[in-house]
C-alpha cells in the first residue's frame, strides 16, 4: 500500500477530474447539451457517487498532509469499499451484459461511455488497493454495498411501473419502462428475478472478497 499522501492527492485530484469530465461528457454538456435523462440510469448515479467519493477524499488529503502525526492516505474506507463496489457492478454489467446488446448501436469506444462504464470504475479500484487496502472494515459493510443497488431497482421499477418511458423499442415498437432489460418486467416477466438475484449474489460475492483482503492486510500491517 503507498502512504505517501502527495502521490495520493495527485492521484485523487486526477481521478475526480477524469470522472467529472465523463460525466459532463456523457450529458453532452460538451456539446453544448444537457441531457437530464441520463440521470435515471445507474451507470450516471454511481459514476456521480464516485465523483463526490473523489472530492472528498481529494479535500481530506490535502488535510492529511498538513497533519505530521498521520501515517497514510487512507481515508472513508468503508464508504470507499461501498462506492468502488456500487461502480465496479456499473463496469461488469456493461461489458458482460449491455454490450453484446448494444453492439453495434452505441459507440463503445467514445470517451464518455469509456470514462463512466470503465476508467472511473477502474480509477476507484486502483484506490481503494493503492491507498485504502488496509482500511478498518466491518463485516455488516459486506451487506451496506447492496442497499444503493437494490434502492435503484425499487425506485426504477415503481417510476416504470407508474408510466415513466424511457424510450421507444426498436425491436417491437413499444414503449421501454425500465432503465435495462434484466429487470424490464414487461419483456422477460420473472426472469428479471433470477438477474437481480445473481447481481445481488455478486455484490455479496465481491464485497467479501474486498472485506478479507482488506482484514489480511491490516493483520500484515501490524505484524511490522
Known sequence: MI?????????RVAAFCTATAGM?????????NFYTGVL?????????????????????????????NEK???????????CTINVLLTF?????????????????WTFSNLAVHAITPLLCLCDYILFTG????KYRDVYYV????????IVSSVLGLAGHVYGIS?????PVRFPYFFFDFDRIGLLSLVYIGGIVVFFLIISHVFYYFSRSALRQELKK
Open 92 to 108: 461488469v454489467v456493461f461489458w458482460v451484459l449491455l454490450v453484446p446488446q448494444l453492439a453495434g448501436i452505441l459507440p463503445l
Open 134 to 137: 488496509q482500511g478498518r472494515l
Open 170 to 174: 426498436s425491436a417491437d415498437g413499444m
Open 24 to 32: 459532463l461528457d456523457l450529458m453532452g454538456v460538451f456539446q453544448g
Open 3 to 11: 502512504k505517501s499522501k502527495k502521490i495520493a492527492l495527485v492521484f
Open 40 to 68: 435515471y440510469y445507474y451507470t450516471a448515479q454511481s459514476n456521480i457517487m464516485a465523483i463526490i467519493l473523489f472530492g472528498m477524499l481529494a479535500v481530506r488529503t490535502i488535510t492529511g498532509i498538513r497533519k505530521d
Open 146 to 153: 447492496t442497499i444503493f443497488p437494490i434502492c435503484y431497482v
Open 72 to 82: 497514510s492516505a487512507c481515508y472513508f474506507p468503508r464508504f470507499l469499499m461501498i
